[in-house]
Nanobody, 122 residues
Framework: EVQLVESGGGLVQPGGSLRLSCAAS????????MRWYRQAPGKERELVAV????????HYADSVKGRFTISRDNNKNTVDLQMNSLKPEDTAVYYC???????????????WGKGAQVTVSS
């Protein structure tokens, strides 16, 4: 069965850094784009970063561009999110995700981890 398990969350001061990791199992990890989402209390879930299956392409939300870096290790079946220069508005639960597209390119099946809490506060 598919499993996505996030780790590495915690409390950090503004300007600090944190590294999240997602361990994947139960599917052919190297075949899929992987994504990090986040959701803050009272706000909509937001796509943070995407990395292609072979790690040759990445995409970032404007709000984190230049501060966050997504990476993956297809030998270890992990995808990481390095977060630098953290701001209070980065406080959220961060989720690891991937989805399978239908023939029209729309999401067909989505898989989610349970999330990791990141709190940025003085």
């Amino acid at each position: 069965e598919v499993q996505l398990v996030e780790s590495g969350g915690g409390l950090v001061q503004p300007g600090g850094s944190l590294r999240l990791s997602c361990a994947a199992s139960g599917f052919t990890f190297s075949n899929y784009h992987m994504r990090w989402y986040r959701q803050a209390p009272g706000k909509e879930r937001e796509l943070v970063a995407v990395i292609s299956s072979s790690a040759d392409n990445t995409h970032y939300a404007d709000s984190v561009k230049g501060r966050f870096t997504i990476s993956r290790d297809n030998n270890k079946n992990t995808v990481d999110l390095q977060m630098n220069s953290l701001k209070p508005e980065d406080t959220a639960v961060y989720y690891c995700n991937f989805f399978i597209r239908d023939t029209l390119g729309a999401p067909k099946l989505e898989y989610w981890g349970k999330g990791a809490q990141v709190t940025v506060s003085s």
